[in-house]
C-alpha cells in the first residue's frame, strides 16, 4: 500500500524558514512533487524533483527562496522554505508520478499525502 506521510507544518513569522517532509512508503517513484493551496483559490505547483538524478523545477513564485531535496535511502523527500511570505500561507502536498516526470501538472501525480498546514504571520 502506497503512502505519503507529509510533516513540519506549523506557523511562522514573515521571513521565516520552515522545511517539510514527505515520508513514502509502498514502492518508489520516477518524480515526487509539492503543490499547495490556498483558501479559495486551486491547487498550484511548488516544485518538484526526479528520483533518479535529483533535477529540480521550480515555480516562478517560489524560486530562490525554495529548495526541494530527496534522500534515496530514508525515501524522504523535503522542501525547505526561506523567506516565507504571507502569500506562502496554503496547505502544503506531497505528490507522487510513479513512471512519468510529473512537472508541474496535478494530472500526472497519481498519489497524494494528506497535506500539512503552513500559516505565515506578519
Known amino acids: 500500500q502506497v503512502q505519503l506521510v507529509e510533516s513540519g507544518g506549523g506557523l511562522v513569522q514573515a521571513g521565516g524558514s520552515l522545511r517539510l517532509s514527505c515520508a513514502a512508503s509502498g514502492r518508489t517513484f520516477s518524480t515526487m512533487g509539492w503543490f499547495r493551496q490556498a483558501p479559495g483559490k486551486e491547487r498550484e505547483f511548488v516544485a518538484s524533483?526526479?528520483?533518479?538524478?535529483?533535477?529540480?523545477y521550480y515555480a516562478d513564485s517560489v524560486k530562490g527562496r525554495f529548495t526541494i531535496s530527496r534522500d534515496k535511502a530514508k525515501n524522504t523527500m523535503y522542501l525547505q522554505m526561506n523567506s516565507l511570505k504571507r502569500e506562502d500561507s496554503a496547505v502544503y502536498y506531497c505528490?507522487?508520478?510513479?513512471?512519468?516526470?510529473?512537472?508541474?501538472?496535478?494530472?500526472?501525480?497519481?498519489?497524494w499525502g494528506q497535506g500539512t498546514q503552513v500559516t505565515v504571520s506578519s
Open positions: 505528490a507522487a508520478d510513479p513512471l512519468g516526470s510529473g512537472g508541474s501538472v496535478a494530472g500526472r501525480y497519481d498519489f
Open positions: 524533483i526526479t528520483w533518479g538524478l535529483g533535477s529540480t
